[in-house]
């Protein structure tokens, strides 16, 4: 599948496979703005690209392990690229100050882009009965 990007400054880095077999294709980090409100601070991270995603598939952006060695959370826990956006796609992350975080250069997250069914809902009175039925969270046992 051909996907159409556009770098938006010099130094952007086209995503790529760091192995063969991988599904997400990492994201550079071209930019860096940190940003503190009263309750929280945000790290914004700038990739340079932005991208023309055909219309029935949508780019998600999920964090790459390595998150799990910084004091960072991906906001949206995975970031929705809609086909019709075509602006600078960003990461941004809670960051606890003080703790570490990535850098300009480094790879911030894993871009995977999918196709996706359109569905219409059906309203009905009961719904089909289930080993699971109703249990919530934490209903396996676990």
């Given amino acids: 599948m051909n996907i159409k990007i556009k770098k938006l400054l010099k130094n952007t880095i086209t995503p790529t496979y760091s192995k063969q077999g991988d599904a997400g294709m990492d994201l550079t980090a071209i930019s860096k703005n940190v940003i503190n409100t009263d309750t929280h601070s945000y790290i914004e991270y700038g990739t340079g690209l932005a991208f023309e995603i055909p ?72 719904l089909s009965d289930t080993e699971r039925g109703s249990s919530g969270y934490g209903s396996s046992g676990k």
Avoid: A, H
């Avoid at 799990?68 to 809609?82: A, K, P, R, Y």
């Avoid at 602006?87 to 999918?114: A, S």
């Fill in 55 to 126: 219309k029935g598939y949508v780019g998600l952006i999920f964090p790459r392990s390595s998150i799990s060695n910084t004091g960072m959370i991906q906001t949206n826990s995975v970031s929705v690229i809609d086909s019709g956006y075509r602006g600078e796609v960003t990461c941004r992350f809670k960051w606890i100050p003080g703790t570490t975080d990535y850098n300009v250069g480094d790879r911030i997250g894993q871009l995977i882009i999918i196709p996706y069914p359109q569905v219409e809902f059906e309203e009905v009175e009961e």
